[in-house]
């Protein structure tokens, strides 16, 4: 089907441990997103990829590190995870805002511990 | 600074009703507004957006109202189905930016059969 692919699915990782968070889509999309979503905070940009090879902070940065592989993959790391860490993780790609907007992956649930 | 605000964390609405969902900015150079819906364990999905040349716009059930003035947008949705049940984030974009959407906090609609 197409669409966005998060992997995995589900992780707990230990405080300290660095994990990286996968992401591909296959809809030939410019741009991919990575968000996070916490109870009562919505859904927080961590970083973007306007196009391959670029890539930008968004409001919540601190402890992530992005790469844009392709056009297809864009995936973020954690370093030295911490339990603020412990989110939804939600990738998105986007052709432009007037095709409706994003498509998101199905999400990661991250637990540190 | 939370930039778009859902001030309902949860609404309750009875099946064949108008669900009424509110959202409402502060920057006003947000200019291109969108509806998300978002089941448990999925991504969010697109459901409507609105222009800031609009004030109104409509698909099938689902109609969102843009009133700029008072930096304030609805979603309407009539009639309220059962599977209507789920998270509704609304988001908006920059003019002459690029694709970021700023989300806000959701609200939880639940129809009661």
């Known amino acids: 089907n197409a669409g966005v692919t998060q992997t995995p699915k589900f992780q707990v990782l230990k405080t300290g441990q660095s994990m990286t968070l996968q992401c591909a889509q296959d809809?030939?999309?410019?741009?991919m997103y990575w968000y996070r979503q916490d109870p009562g905070m919505g859904l927080r940009l961590i970083y973007y990829?306007?196009?391959?090879?670029?890539?930008d902070k968004g409001e919540v940065p601190n402890g992530y590190n992005v790469s844009r592989l392709n056009k297809r993959e864009f995936s973020l790391r954690l370093e030295s995870a911490a339990p603020s860490q412990t989110s939804v993780y939600f990738c998105?790609?986007?052709?432009?805002?007037?095709?409706?907007?994003?498509?998101f992956g199905s999400g990661t649930r991250l637990t540190v511990v | 600074d939370q930039q778009v605000k859902q001030n309902s964390p949860s609404l309750s609405v009875q099946e064949g009703r108008i669900s009424i969902l509110n959202c409402d900015y502060t920057?006003?150079?947000?200019?291109?507004f969108l509806w998300y819906k978002k089941y448990p364990a999925e991504g969010p999905t697109f459901l409507i957006s609105?222009?800031?040349?609009?004030d109104k716009n409509e698909d099938g059930r689902f109609t969102v109202f843009l009133n700029k003035s008072a930096k304030h947008l609805s979603l309407h949705i009539v009639p309220s189905q059962p599977g209507d049940s789920a998270v509704y984030f609304c988001?908006?974009?920059?003019?002459?930016?690029?694709?970021?959407?700023?989300f806000g906090t959701g609200t939880r609609l639940t129809i009661i059969p």
């Open positions: 609105i222009s800031s040349i609009k």
């Open positions: 990829s306007a196009s391959e090879g670029t890539t």
């Open positions: 920057n006003s150079m947000f200019d291109y």
């Open positions: 998105a790609s986007s052709l432009d805002r007037g095709s409706g907007g994003y498509t």
């Open positions: 809809m030939n999309h410019n741009s």
């Open positions: 988001a908006a974009s920059l003019r002459f930016g690029n694709e970021k959407l700023t």
